[in-house]
């Protein structure tokens, strides 16, 4: 209970420093500029290129995450910051250019939002990092039970700030409209930029070789993707329920397994060295989770966001939920989880390597899953996007054909 006294107590001075900021420089005239908040950037990138395209006249903005912050620092024409009250001075500049943009694109919950005030001619646009909802978010997340009257509030605050919220489908409206209490106005079906690249046979054929390149023992055989999505609890000290050895033991002939563990978690091992003609290990972020569901034949995930856009790749996965009921309770998943999955559910490692042994996939369920989640991705997401976002002002547009 204290710490949780004391946690609020920092967000609210947090937050109370960034109104100052932010209501100084609103006194300064709005710019014809787009700043984008990024946490993951996949689909800031996406949104990013295709403005590039178009050749639309607008200055452009980063402020990222540290784990964000290579992907525009240096390969952009646009100014990138790191968006960290640490670094005071990027931090300021940030909150100056949030102040004085018209048009603010944000991949995931940002608390600032709480306590800024927008101009009337201000769109915030919500790309948010996922296709699909496998777990609960938002005001449905089950740990908001506990958060305190307050805490909820300013949860409420930072949703109401969203002018539009990015979707894939009609069900993922459904489960925004739920989960952050929009109504069908705010909701844009444009579809998920990130996904375009499934569309392009180029991006793929380059992701892959470069892979391979890498890791030239990904051509031998077929490729297994192991990428579980993170428990808070086990970022310091991370057990691996998957049975390697196990799996090398009766795989290892024909297949090889990436591993894929979230880039935070510490001390998970190192498998490469232990099973070098089975396992490598691409936990960092310096590799893209799209470039390797494209080389992957096969996914291993849980109750991670992976399954919505693997499903346009329409390769077989298994859903390795060893956790379930401690999961729901801690958690939350999505009503109807384990009757919507498109692939087995399974609880330990002898069914997942009889599952792909013996093949026991039905690929017509992943067809109905992809067309039902990815309804409005069809490969002109970020182009059908910004030509909405930035009609209504008639910038100019010059296709640079490409």
């Known amino acids: 209970m204290l710490s949780q006294m004391v946690r609020e107590l920092a967000i609210c001075f947090y937050l109370w420093i960034f109104k100052c900021f932010f209501s100084i420089f609103s006194l300064v005239p709005l710019k014809n500029k787009t700043t984008f908040v990024v946490s993951f950037g996949d689909n800031s990138q996406y949104v990013y290129e295709e403005i590039r395209r178009q050749n639309l006249p607008v200055e452009v903005v980063f402020l990222c995450e540290k784990k964000a912050f290579h992907k525009f620092k240096g390969d952009c024409e646009g100014t990138a910051l790191l968006f960290d009250v640490r670094k005071f001075i990027h931090w300021v500049r940030g909150v100056f250019h949030l102040a004085t943009s018209r048009y603010l694109f944000v991949d995931n919950y940002f608390g600032f939002l709480a306590a800024v005030k927008f101009k009337k001619e201000v769109q915030c646009i919500q790309l948010w990092h996922a296709s699909g909802a496998m777990k609960k978010f938002g005001l449905e997340d089950e740990s908001v039970k506990t958060r305190s009257e307050k805490a909820k509030q300013r949860f409420l605050q930072v949703y109401s700030k969203f002018d539009q919220v990015v979707v894939g489908s009609d069900v993922m ?22 996904t375009d690249f499934y569309f392009n046979k180029e991006a793929k054929k380059k992701a892959t070789a470069s892979l391979i390149h890498k890791h030239p023992i990904l051509k031998e055989k077929k490729v297994i993707l192991y990428a579980p999505t993170y428990r808070d609890y086990q970022l310091d000290h991370f057990n691996l329920v998957l049975e390697i050895e196990k799996m090398a033991r009766e795989l ?15 001390n998970k091992g190192d498998y490469s060295t ?27 995930t849980d109750y991670s966001s992976i399954p919505y856009e693997f499903s346009l790749l329409r390769k077989p996965m298994i859903f390795f939920t060893y956790d379930l009921e401690e999961y729901k309770r801690d958690r939350g998943v999505m009503g109807g989880f384990e009757e919507h999955l498109p692939g087995p559910m399974v609880k330990d490692t002898e069914s997942i390597i009889d599952i792909i042994k013996n093949n026991r996939f039905d690929l017509n369920i992943i067809e109905y899953y992809c067309e039902k989640w990815n309804q409005y991705s069809k490969g002109r997401s970020s182009q059908n996007l910004v030509e909405h976002i930035f009609a209504k002002d008639n910038l100019k547009t ?5």
Do not use: C, W
């Open 173 to 194: 409206a459904e489960i925004f409209m739920k989960s952050f209490q929009l109504k069908k106005e705010n909701i844009l079906t444009s579809g998920i930029p990130r």
């Open 252 to 266: 290892r002939a024909e297949y090889i397994l990436i591993l894929r563990l979230h880039p935070a978690i510490k």
């Open 274 to 300: 232990r099973y070098p003609d089975f396992v490598v290990d691409l936990s960092s972020d310096q590799y893209e989770i799209t470039d390797l569901l494209v080389a992957a034949d096969y996914l291993i």
């Open 398 to 402: 010059t296709d640079k054909g490409y």
